[in-house]
Nanobody
Framework: VQLVESGGGLVQAGGSLRLSCAASGFTLDEYSIGWFRQAPGKEYEEISCISNSVGSTNYADSVQGRFTISSDNAENTVYLQMNNLKPEDTAVYYC?????????????????WGQGTQVTVSS
C-alpha cells in the first residue's frame, strides 16, 4: 500500500496549484482520503477529505471556497485543486487513507500516509 503526493512547489500569492495523491495497493472506493498540512511550528491540520463510497467532501474553514478535492477512480488518484493561495497556506501537504466510509479529523484514525509535498506561497 502506498500513497504518493506530487504537485507542490513555489507559487505567488493568488496563484494556483493542483496536488495529486496517487494510491496503489488499494482502491479509493474502500477508503476515505484526507489532505492534511503542517506549517512550520504548527500542528497538523486536516484541510479536506473525500469519501467516494458515501459521496461526501468536506473542507476546513481556512480553505473553504478556495480548495476543491476530487477523485479519479480510474486513475486511483485524489486531487486537491488549490486556488487563490495565500502565504498562510505555506506548509507540507500530506494525503492519508482511512479504511472507512467516513472522514475523520483525527490523524491516528488514518491507516496510510504519503511522504508529503511542500507548498510555498510567496507574498
Amino acid at each position: 500500500v502506498q500513497l504518493v503526493e506530487s504537485g507542490g512547489g513555489l507559487v505567488q500569492a493568488g496563484g494556483s496549484l493542483r496536488l495529486s495523491c496517487a494510491a496503489s495497493g488499494f482502491t479509493l472506493d474502500e477508503y476515505s482520503i484526507g489532505w492534511f498540512r503542517q506549517a512550520p511550528g504548527k500542528e497538523y491540520e486536516e484541510i479536506s477529505c473525500i469519501s467516494n463510497s458515501v459521496g461526501s467532501t468536506n473542507y476546513a474553514d481556512s480553505v473553504q471556497g478556495r480548495f476543491t478535492i476530487s477523485s479519479d477512480n480510474a486513475e486511483n488518484t485524489v486531487y486537491l485543486q488549490m486556488n487563490n493561495l495565500k502565504p498562510e497556506d505555506t506548509a507540507v501537504y500530506y494525503c492519508a487513507a482511512r479504511f472507512s466510509d467516513y472522514c475523520s479529523s483525527r490523524m491516528n484514525e488514518y491507516n496510510y500516509w504519503g511522504q508529503g509535498t511542500q507548498v510555498t506561497v510567496s507574498s
